[in-house]
């Protein structure tokens, strides 16, 4: 038996020795890698395991390698003796009357009231065993008298008094305070057991509400209609006029911002000064985030949003934003929010509530005063709408034109961040991922009036006007809050760069008269031969999209045959429309060059096959004529040669 690795030696047998000769010569190795490893870490004799078989070597190794085990997890404690089952008095399913929802409580006790014939104040409190009493006959009882006037209805009673959805927010309501929220089950006994506002008999009494509203037999509508493109240029003049920098300034972002993301005006007064920042992908672009939008849940539901100026400058986000940081910062440089330089009273909910109900309250006033009421603004609309305007006519006016200049219900649902119907969840929804740039990008190039721009810098005036140059000269406030932010202040800084040098523009924004003379000394000091009056150009832009990667390139300007250059990149762009046109056109243009660009492709693809299947070919024709030459040379030489009958000796 070998001494290392205990394999037995078979000595008469020549095939045995063999296998045993090779086995041995392993061990013999694996012996004197061992032995010196331990004499490097340790001068002991290692001869007494000579003899110690391999196995048992390898164990004790392996046992030496391998790091302590983990400590043990601590044990739960065991159970205690007593439950809750124990006590009679204890609600296994800890139900409390619930408090955190004070803007709920009076439809609340205004249906109590009406159970019971008694007015109760916003303090009553009521038990679970009073709830548990409420039968869907009664929740019936009450929302057909807020809707019919009666009751109990008749096949001649209309809906005169309330719209279906003030009926369907009033059953919400009232469902928040039911101890259950399973759906009503009848049993055969006539009773029954779950939430009484989820009743198929509720469910009915909406749906023929609804139908007698389609019939122009309900009651007249209280919501607000979209707003134009007119209306809405209109607003932020009137707005621009005013004397108030908060009112000039602000007031038209905050229209902006709903207008783009498609968004409510309590969400826009609940963004922080920091919420805008450079794209990560498109560097003349911006990203933000909505989180305080209604749909919010999770973050799956406020990806970061991509924001793109726009050739309208009345309208254009980045310069209402320039304009208003710069502002706001020169005067509150430590403001936590965008919109105010307060704060909420403290961390809870009902506090912050509170604060953005301030804000939105303030823009709302100003918005009734200074627009609705204006006479020039109430002779725009030519429409047969008789609803009025309200603060949502903004987001309804940006899904709306969305739609209308070609982006999809989809892309719409995505920018305005609707989700699924409640209990409509699907798996992909969970595992797509969120940011969608491509079709952020095709609802943010839509509601960009005039078409999706980007400020450049005119040719040579690069290498001067540097974003160091930016954020000292024309946006100093923004670069020393948004220092580490180089896309940010080079966006905003371009787009205030642009306003005070176009005459126009400048005049119809009312730019600061401090802000014009620093750029203006500023812009003197660049040492440049033939330097321009204006020093940034607008170049429109195109977004398509290339397999899985979203594009958004530069559209050409239109130019003679002799100055177009037929490069990849001037083909990659699409012809632009001086005349201003037509939109339609501008969208087959956009398919053409995207078909170009494929095609182009396939183009290339091709002449390289082609000259890869050119080159094999000629190297097999050389193979073909070289055997045909030697043939002919091995009868004679000659063709000649080789037609002659050869002497075999």
């Known amino acids: 038996m070998h001494g290392i690795c205990g394999y037995p030696i078979p000595e008469d047998d020549p095939k045995w020795s063999i296998k045993c000769s090779q086995c041995c010569d392993n061990c ?35 046992a030496a390698a391998d790091p302590a085990p983990p400590k043990k997890k601590k044990k739960r ?24 929802k004070p803007e709920y409580l009076s439809p609340f006790m205004d249906f109590m009231g009406f159970i019971d014939n008694k007015t109760y104040g916003k303090t009553k409190k009521f038990t679970k065993e009073k709830l548990l009493t409420i039968k869907p ?34 059953k919400m309501k009232l469902s928040y305070f039911m101890p259950s929220g399973s759906g009503w089950v009848d049993l055969p006994n006539g009773t029954g057991h779950g939430n009484p506002t989820r009743h198929k008999s509720v469910n009915k009494l909406i ?45 038209p972002l905050m229209g902006a911002y709903q207008f783009n993301f498609i968004t409510r005006a309590d969400d826009v007064c609940n963004f922080r000064i920091d919420a805008p920042k450079g794209h990560a992908l498109f560097d003349f672009a911006l990203a933000q985030s909505v989180k305080w939008s209604k749909n919010v849940k999770d973050h799956r539901n406020c990806p970061d949003q991509l924001l793109l100026a726009s050739m309208d400058y009345k309208t254009c986000m980045f310069i209402a934003l320039s304009l208003w940081l710069e502002y706001f910062l020169n005067n509150h440089p430590e403001a936590e929010y965008m919109m105010t330089s307060g704060r909420p009273d403290d961390k809870s909910l009902k ?43 903004k987001r309804k006016m940006g899904s709306t034109q969305a739609k209308r200049r070609g982006a999809a219900g989809d892309q719409i649902d995505h920018r305005g961040r609707w989700v699924q119907k409640k209990g409509s969840r ?49 946006v100093p406030s923004m670069g020393q809050r948004y220092s580490q932010d180089e896309g940010l ?11 005070v040098f176009d005459e126009a523009a400048c005049t119809d924004l009312n730019v600061p008269e401090a802000t014009k003379e620093r750029v203006y000394s500023a812009y003197e000091d660049v040492a440049v031969e033939n330097k321009p009056q204006q020093p940034v150009e607008k170049v429109q832009l195109h977004v398509y999209r290339h397999e899985d990667e979203t594009m958004i390139e530069e559209i050409m300007p239109t130019q003679s045959t002799n100055e177009l250059r037929h490069t990849g990149d001037a083909l990659a762009r699409v012809p632009a ?73």
């Open 426 to 474: 699907i798996v992909n929804g969970v595992y797509i991922d969120p940011e969608d740039v491509y079709s952020d990008a095709v609802c943010a190039s839509k509601l960009a009036l005039g078409g999706p721009i980007k400020y450049k810098l005119k040719e040579g005036m690069g290498p001067h006007i540097t974003t160091a140059w930016l954020k000292t000269n024309v």
């Open 577 to 649: 429309d001086v005349g201003g046109g037509n939109g339609a056109t501008q969208h087959v243009l956009q398919t053409v060059v995207i078909q170009q660009r494929n095609l182009l492709q396939q183009m290339n693809d091709l002449r390289v096959a082609v000259h890869q299947n050119d080159a094999a070919t000629r190297v097999w024709m050389e193979n073909k004529f070289r055997n045909i030459n030697d043939n002919i040379r091995r009868f004679g030489g000659t063709m000649q040669g080789s037609l002659i009958r050869q002497d075999p000796n």
């Open 137 to 170: 006959k009664h929740v019936l009882a009450y929302l057909t008298h807020k809707a019919f006037g009666t009751i109990k209805r008749g096949p001649e009673s209309k809906p005169e008094f309330a719209r279906s959805n003030h009926i369907k927010n009033i």
């Open 489 to 499: 202040i080079r966006n905003l800084g371009l787009a205030m760069l642009w306003l």
């Open 77 to 100: 404690p065991s159970w205690p003796d007593a439950l809750y089952e124990d006590d009679p008095a204890a609600d296994p399913s800890n139900w409390v009357f619930p408090t955190d």
């Open 351 to 393: 506090a912050h509530k509170k604060f953005t109900a301030a804000i939105s309250k303030t823009y709302r006033n100003r918005l009734v005063q200074l627009v609705f009421k204006n006479k020039d603004f109430k002779s725009i609309y030519k429409g047969n709408d008789k609803r009025p305007l309200g603060l949502h006519s």
């Open 207 to 251: 749906a023929d509400i609804i139908q007698c509203e389609v019939r122009g037999e309900g009651a007249e509508a209280h919501d607000v209609r979209d707003m134009t493109i007119p209306e809405f240029q209109k607003e932020l003049e009137l707005f621009r006029q005013h004397k108030d920098p908060v009112c000039c300034y602000r007031n």
């Open 28 to 62: 013999q190795e694996k012996r004197n890698t061992t032995t010196t490893n331990n004499n490097n870490g340790n001068e002991s004799d290692d001869s007494l395991l000579d003899n110690v078989p391999l196995l048992t070597l390898a164990k004790k190794q392996k």
